[in-house]
């Protein structure tokens, strides 16, 4: 009888509550969590977060390695079809490591942004940088890029998303580039921060 009880308040709070929505976080191999395992990616710790903090959301992590900004147009649109209520969009790294021009970077955030805008879906733009070796010329033009992109579709500009992680030997892998586990926990952290009040 007790366990009936229990499976009667879990499906009386399940209608209470209604089905979760979702946070889709479309990037590249920080989102996917590479090197680590996908329990421990921040896009896995901060869906933790949220079913501890007892937040009808989930995240869904759509992270694939090597992504640049040319991908986002037409990944949005596919993975659009599974109905999130809001996108966080974090690409443009792999752009800067492989030296895409920054004019060609924005031109493809636009477009992907564009679509989401036209298709009502909310869209989050995650602030990325270049490490300070890429010269000041570069680097300065690729952190203009996200701040473009988001005045322009007036639409939320998160914090970096390597913020107090990047360049710390610490907090990453022996590549310098991806978060270890302890970084991808500051990452989540930082990220939460940023998408909370977009959560209704």
């Known amino acids: 009888m007790k366990i009936l009880a229990i499976f009667f308040i879990i499906f009386i709070q399940t209608l209470a509550w209604g089905a979760p929505k979702t946070l889709l976080i479309l990037g590249d191999s920080l989102t996917e969590g590479y090197g680590v395992k996908q329990s421990e990616a921040f896009p896995a710790l901060i869906d933790e977060r949220l079913k501890k903090e007892k937040i009808n959301w989930k995240v869904k992590s759509a992270g694939s390695s090597g992504s ?78 996200f701040k473009s992109v988001a005045e322009k579709n007036k639409i939320p500009l998160a914090d970096f998303l390597l913020k107090n992680v990047a360049g710390k030997p610490e ?30």
């Open 68 to 145: 640049t900004s040319a991908s986002g147009l037409e990944r949005i649109k596919w993975l659009s079809k599974s109905k999130p209520d809001l996108i966080l969009l974090l690409l443009g790294s792999n752009d800067g490591l492989r030296g895409i021009k920054p004019e060609d970077t924005e031109k493809n955030l636009n477009a992907t942004v564009a679509w989401a805008k036209e298709n009502k879906i909310e869209i989050i733009l995650g602030q990325l940088y270049m490490p300070p070796n890429y010269g000041k010329e570069y680097t300065r033009s690729f952190e203009i890029v």
């Open 171 to 200: 907090l990453n892998q022996p590549d310098g580039i991806h978060p270890n586990e302890k970084g991808h926990k500051i990452v989540a952290d930082n990220i939460y921060k940023n998408i909370i009040k977009y959560i209704k």
